[in-house]
């Protein structure tokens, strides 16, 4: 498994050492202790994220690797919008059924009075 960091000229090989070295330690902690094709790929886009939060415009960000995204075992709970709305969508769902069969019980009761 090889990880590449592209620098420049003037870039300060001691901070790129340090960012390649958090890189690093950031592939097992997602893909798991298991280092293979498979195992990297299925964590591809955790990857990703995670390298993103690490390298921000070009620049390492000042991070550690507890840091980086929510890491529970292994995998992040990035913030985003679809997962807010997803998260407040399961919360109104029973209330959202709940009303729905009252109101349909209301309206079997108008139309068939004493079933």
């Known amino acids: 498994m090889y990880l590449l ?15 390649l070295r958090l890189l690093s330690k ?8 298991m280092l293979d094709e498979e195992s990297v790929a299925r964590a591809a886009f955790d ?32 913030p985003s919008m679809r997962g807010r709305s997803g998260r407040a969508a399961q919360g109104t769902a029973p209330e959202g059924a709940r009303a729905g069969c009252a109101g349909a019980a209301r ?5 068939w009075p004493g079933v």
């Open 5 to 19: 960091l592209v620098t420049n000229r003037q870039s300060n090989i001691l901070e790129d050492l340090d960012t």
């Open 26 to 33: 950031l592939v097992p902690e997602y893909a798991g202790a």
């Open 47 to 78: 990857l990703i994220f995670a390298f993103d939060e690490v390298i921000s415009n070009g620049h390492k960000e000042n991070i550690t690797v507890q840091q980086v995204g929510a890491a529970g075992g292994g995998r992040a709970a990035w």
């Open 107 to 111: 309206q079997q009761q108008r139309l």
